[in-house]
């Protein structure tokens, strides 16, 4: 199982960025998909999180400004964020838990995608 994460870019304080993660491979079903997010000199903290069936939570310092989403079909976890800070520059990452065809759950994660947010 691979994850493949996109969408992050360089966007002045106050724009918007919607990143993607999509998986790949022998997949039977995911259950939980995570973001996170590091940044320098910080420890990863998730961001947001979104199960099978659409139960979402949030760290309270994106609350009312992200929103996090999915695909089932296309297995791919999606995080729109808005009123960006220039605190939300990170990396990006995103995790999935899931079920593959020959009935094992593991956790994935994919590479992240720089998120740059300037004064």
């Known amino acids: 199982v691979q994850l493949q994460a996109s969408g992050g870019g360089l966007v002045q304080a106050g724009g918007s960025l919607r990143l993607s993660c999509a998986a790949r491979g022998s997949i039977f079903s995911i259950k939980d998909m995570v973001w996170h997010r590091q940044a320098p000199g910080k420890q990863r903290e998730l961001v947001a999180s979104?199960?099978?069936?659409?139960?979402?939570n949030y760290v309270d310092s994106v609350k009312g400004r992200f929103t996090v989403s999915r695909d089932n079909a296309k297995k791919t976890v999606y995080l729109q964020m808005s009123s960006l800070k220039p605190d939300d520059t990170a990396i990006y990452l995103c995790?999935?838990?899931?079920?593959?065809?020959?009935?094992?759950?593991?956790?994935?994660w994919g590479q992240g995608t720089q998120v740059t947010v300037s004064s």
């Open positions: 979104i199960t099978y069936r659409g139960i979402t």
């Open positions: 995790s999935m838990v899931a079920v593959t065809t020959d009935w094992r759950q593991s956790e994935y």
